[in-house]
């Protein structure tokens, strides 16, 4: 049937008539969408830092070189008239040659010392050859390893020669000298900066890189020949490191207007601000600015280092441009290189940016080696313009009238340009130019506050806006603001250094070094600070003391401990999740800290966290009880017992809803394991004997003609998918040779014995790594090993055997981790796994040679001595880490023939143990054994790693971790102020939303009308196909045309509009286990699937049905001590008929019991569950636990129940035959506000209709239905439909209701009894009767009725055709 399937994609044409979708819709919440279940828990890949400058630098020597020869002009420069003249600001005209030169050289000297007063001048005036290679060399050795600056003038010398000379004086002045630059370059050595002020200047940057070149190639040839004469000599430096500035190209003269000095190159280097303004004045455009006049701007008032001078605020405002200007234009390394590397450097470039946009405007061009790109035209140059107008169109007012001094708005503008890019941007864009503004702006007090809220904003974009942050230089400057006492900027400067850490935690070092710490102790510890900033505070500390020993020690004497448990009741969740973690990490192996912690009882107060609504926080405080116990310091009586107690505090959560609150608790008790390895051992071995010598009583061969279709009579069953549920649990091959070895069990302490022989059973171990290869010897311990020890475990005389009091924790603590070894969360029963097996390995190794020897039975291939290193283990081929005879005894299996032809496996000696339950010399080992040491006597005892290939690839290390950690931590690294995606009115997963509840409106608006009308048949088949397993249990999604049939363990998915298989794939329930319900949660949105199995277990998936993987989103064990039962005898009397069906269904569903029920409830995100137990449990899914346990007060089991939240009712349908109304708002004694006791037989469905005066419905297996009004105690009505029920649903909309029988066929009732239609054959498949009922399932809105039955087909039947 083609069900308006255009309708369906085009939402408009309805909307005239529902004009919008109902709202209700959009107030239901969405259970299980959060991110710990859409992301996987890890932490974000770190970022390659390339913003620490991992070499600075700084430029210690300067050499002035002046060849200026005042009076005497070089033969090959022909000057105009009149000419520039002045050098260094000095006319050398003005005064004798001698006195001139000397003059200019201290004027020079005393402009580079504005810049770098530290470093040491030698000047060097009109010199010899010799003067400068002594310069030279005595800078460079007092130099070592820093750099060393040359600066040559030769305005007095003839120009550079294509040879590579600059030229100097002989030592009566009669003679021009020419000074190679080769051997300049030797002299100076690496690294080292030139500066070259001179005609034709580019023609030396040439020839310094055609020197440096054949520098190389010498030195490779001398490196292949080692008679070179290079080869004998000390290495020649490297001219890599080498920084070049020349004034013009190399066929430039350098421009002779006299109103610029003579050296501009020099002026603009060293004076930028002087030959800024008088440039200013030269151009046509500042005629516009009255008064001014080159002489004004001499008096220009103010200091050059006094930013709140006008002097000392243009120079602030230049450097903020000019620094600009090259983080825009520059490649990233470059400028890191070149403009934060030495302080000097930076200035001369700056300062070369202003030189190339001058020196162009007179058709020169200055050059520099590296490179830069042109940069001249840059439009932040505009801004310094109006910088230079605003500032000198004061200054005649100033000097004349002495007026105050306006302060120039760029640094305000350039905020409100970094904000504009800030709010207005788009996602994907270039960054913003102004971020090194903001950088110098912090700089100010003025603007300071406003500066750090917008470098907060940007940080806020994500780790790459950090990373870009950092790159500028941002750093020192928060560094240093942390010592600030402005109250205002503490919540500024907390976010900001949350946004850093997060991306980039090796900053810890920084700030413990600078004292930082102590300040987010003091915002941690200040109660008037808001939650959101003491928890960004708290964050810090826990980066600051994460494996960081000094770190660690600085928080403790900061008290870090207290002011941390003062705040783990804190009301903001996370806050109390990050308290718990900062704890967790100061004492993860630091013991001052741990005992400091004993002191203030940390661990107790820790506790009150493991009940916490939100499982971060649950799981944060299981993290820092785990570190807690596993210290590896020596253990004191005290301590023990301490750590006895926080593991049995730890070992309640071991049902926790949350997978990854049982995640951390596998990890935080194997800390425990690894510190009382011994005592494991021991018990690990007691319960390998005894799971060895006790036989379960095995229901297995009652269990073996339950299938009724045995699989090979079935037709080719088709390929199941493989589901990829995180860690690509389980491959599948065909529907029964899967390897379910996902035994999902529970802590079945009390109960009887569990159906299942685990003598039938592959030897298959853990999921993740051993897809489909049952014999997989990776493990010691396989599945079915660890879970029949669950179950021996408790009717064995173990507690007897093992000295109660001493030993009873760690028998618990086994307990607990064997159960958790078989969770349904593959993830959870992984890590079990792996701390089992690594104990199991280490006590088979530590027992197996002692005992060998002691019993002197030594086989002919067992070694004849402790000494050959785990030989024995080789030659059992070498994979499993014990001899393959005694891995077979602990799995029941038949011992595989060894691999290597004829040589026998070693045998195990029977083992007995020693008085006290001792494995033997396990007294000998110190208490706080590592994991990986080998016992008492070293290496000889067990295998050497090396030599034993199959030994510890799949156990753990001592540092088994979830990453829940660093995933919490990506928080603060990722937008915390954008708008998320689902409340952005215009982002796609809003629209899809929005599509989603339009379809929604009109399915129940289109339903509606049809079953207002009334049905009055029903047995049109829309649809029919054969499932690939026998159908147990349908569901159809409520909105979609998309049904889900469950077989045992696995689930088909259907879209029966188009008649096409979407999906199917296994659920991983163990295979003596089958799904008995299944719900679809958030249907009315992004559904997930629901299932639930006989033994307990939850399983959620997503991601089904559309051509992706399904994986598996999450899974609990929803009820932890399901004894099944058999659809028994009645409470009244043993009906013959009801013991019938009961054989019938027991058979049909491979074993009896109700299996599990539930009901969901979308509204109060609450999930009722119940079955083979004698109690209801409610699950809050918001908060992933338990809230409620209601007593269902009978001695039988429930099997079937429905809720109303409207009214907070719960109906329960019984084994007995009774039906019993819950109010789950009242305590546990009185909840049970009714019981009816009218049906005689098991209650097949309870219904409990939804509207304010609904009536409980319900149906035994001898077909009466009846109808209860909640407040009379008697039933309304009472309807007999046909005797030997199967399975019947209830429409929930249309009064109708559906039962299937024993005797194949269905019928299908209005509210008054009367048969609408009766179905026996299937439509089309040549009248071929309808196999036994297995399942139906009415849908939620249509008119249609799913019918699963024995022989695998699975139809929907629907109203006649007019009506739809």
Known sequence: MKMDSELLLSPAIFLAEEEEADMSDWNLPLAFMKKRHSEKIEGSKALAQSWRMKDRMKTVSVALVLCLNVGVDPPDMVKTSPCARLECWIDPLSMSPQKALETIGANLQKQYENWQPRARYKQSLDPTVDEVKKLCTSLRRNAKEERVLFHYNGHGVPRPTVNGEIWVFNKNYTQYIPLSVYDLQTWMGSPSIFVYDCSNAGIIVKSFKQFALQREQELEVAAINPNHPLAQMPLPPSMKNCIQLAACEASELLPMNPDLPADLFTSCLTTPIKIALRWFCMQKSAKLVPGVTLDLIEK???????????????????????????????????????FRQDLLVASLFRNFLLAERIMRSYNCTPVSSPRLPPTYMHAMWQAWDLAVDICLSQLPTIIEEGTAFRHSPFFAEQLT????????????????????????????????????????????????AVSLALSVGIFPYVLKLLQSSARELRPLLVFIWAKILAVDSSCQADLVKDNGHKYFLSVLADPYMPAEHRTMAVFILAVIVNSYTTGQEACLQGNLIAICLEQLSDPHPLLRQWVAVCLGRIWQNFDSARWCGVRDSAHEKLYSLLSDPIPEVRCAAVFALGTFVGNSAERTDHSTTIDHNVAMMLAQLINDGSPVVRKELVVALSHLVVQYESNFCTVALQFMEEEKNYAVPSTANTLEPCNL?????????????????????????TARNL?????????????????????????????????GSPDNDEYILSFETIDKMRRVSSYSSLNSLIGVSFNSVYTQIW?????????????VSDLAMKVLNSIAYKATMNARPQRILDSGSLTQSAPASPTSKGAHIHQAGGSPPMPSASSSSLTNEVPKPPTRGGE???????????????????????????????????????????????????????????????????????????????????????????????RNARVRKQSQRITQRGVTRLDDQIFINRN???????????????????DKDSICFWDWEKAERLDYFYNGNPRYTRITAMEYLNGHDYSLLLTATDDGALRIWKNFADQRNPEMVTAWQGLS????????????????????????????????????????????????????????????????MKVQDIPTGADSCVTSLSCDSQRSLIAAGLGDGSVRLYDRRMGANECRVMTYREHSSWVVKAHLQKQTDGKVISVSVDGDVRFFELRSPDSVNVLQTVKGLTALDIHPQANLFACGSMNQFIAVYNSNGDVISNIKYYDGFMGQRIGAISCLAFHPYWPHLAVGSNDYYMSIYSAEKRLR
């Open 904 to 998: 026998q496996p070693p045998t195990r000696p029977p083992y007995t143990p020693t008085l006290g339950g001792q494995a033997p010399h396990s007294h000998q080992f110190p208490r706080t054994r590592k994991m990986f040491d080998k016992g008492p006597s070293g290496s000889e005892q067990a295998g050497d790693d090396a030599d034993d290939p199959g030994g510890h690839k799949a156990y753990m290390n001592a540092n088994l971790s979830t990453g829940l950690c660093d995933w919490s931590a990506k928080y603060f690294a990722q937008p915390v102020m954008k708008i998320p995606e689902e409340h952005d009115v215009e982002s796609q997963v809003r629209k899809e939303r929005e599509w989603r509840f339009l």
């Open 815 to 827: 307990r607990v981790l064997l159960h958790l070894a078989a969770d349904p969360f593959p993830e």
């Open 300 to 338: 220009i008032p103010g200091r050059l280092n006094d930013r709140r001078t006008p002097l000392g605020e243009l120079n602030w405002i230049f450097t903020a441009i000019t620094d600009t200007i090259a983080w825009n234009v520059l490649p990233r390394d470059l400028f890191q290189k070149l």
């Open 1121 to 1184: 001590d399901m004894l099944p039962t058999t659809r028994g005898q009645p409470s009244s009397s043993a009906h013959s008929l009801a013991r019938r069906v009961s054989i019938y269904l027991d058979r049909s569903k491979g074993q009896g019991g109700a299996g599990m029920v539930v009901d969901w409830e979308q509204e109060t995100g609450l999930l009722m569950t119940s079955g083979d137990v004698r109690v209801i449990r409610i699950w809050d899914t918001e908060r992933e």
């Open 1028 to 1046: 690939p397993g026998v159908p147990s249990v349908v569901k159809f999604h409520p909105f979609n045309p998309c049904i889900a049939v469950a």
């Open 739 to 771: 390897n379910k070895s996902l035994q999902n069990l529970n802590l079945n302490e009390e109960g009887g014995p569990v159906a299942f022989s685990p003598g039938n059973l592959s030897t298959s171990s853990s999921a993740s790594s051993t897809l």
């Open 417 to 464: 340009a970094f904000q504009v890019w800030l709010t207005m941007g788009v996602e994907n864009r270039n960054p913003p130019e102004q971020l090194p503004i903001v950088l110098q702006v912090l700089l100010s007090q003025v603007h300071r506050l406003r500066a750090l809220d917008l470098l907060g904003r940007f940080l806020d974009l994500g780790p790459w």
């Open 709 to 733: 279709t045995p699989v090979r009579d079935s037709p080719a069953i088709p390929r199941l998918r493989s589901v990829n549920s995180y860690t690509n649990i389980r491959a599948a091959t």
